[in-house]
């Protein structure tokens, strides 16, 4: 039984040394669904403090959270490159709405940078673009399996 744990130990090391972009991937989606969840439970928690009464906003905050936290699963379950596209999407859209809503305003609703969680939501959602982003680019490049002839 020790002779077949220490073959087995082998094979996965073996693996690790000649596909190590895997485990970049995985670890990858794992700090990016961190992150997205993080996000969600940001805009969970300014939906509760306020943001439900705005119009348009309100729904727009509780979407981004629910969405936020289904990714969130999804990435650490089915970690796949269109699964990262979809967070990486969730994120940067994120940060776009935001950066309209300080800059030009969104559906008649001007933010600010010193609104409750917004220089901490701007940032995680930032990071998390930057983590996805990596292993997105790592997944898309990884080379596929070759069958011998």
Not at 125 to 137: C, M
């Amino acid at each position: 039984m020790a002779v077949a744990a220490a073959g087995d130990l082998r094979r996965v090391a073996a693996r690790l040394v000649r596909r190590p972009e895997g485990w970049v991937v995985r670890a990858a989606a794992a700090a990016g669904a961190v992150l997205i969840a993080w996000s969600g439970a940001l805009h969970l928690q300014l939906w509760w403090q306020g943001y439900n009464a705005i119009p348009t906003i309100g729904p727009l905050f509780l979407s981004q959270a629910i969405t936020a936290f289904a990714l969130a699963l999804v990435l650490v379950a089915w970690c796949r490159p269109v699964v990262l596209l979809a967070a990486l999407a969730l994120m940067l859209g994120t940060i776009a709405g935001f950066i309209l809503a300080v800059t030009i305003g969104v559906f008649g609703f001007v933010d600010t940078f010193q609104a409750p969680n917004a220089l901490s939501a701007l940032i995680v959602e930032v990071a998390a673009s930057l983590v996805i982003a990596v292993g997105g680019a790592v997944a898309l490049t990884r080379e596929s399996p070759r069958k011998d002839a």
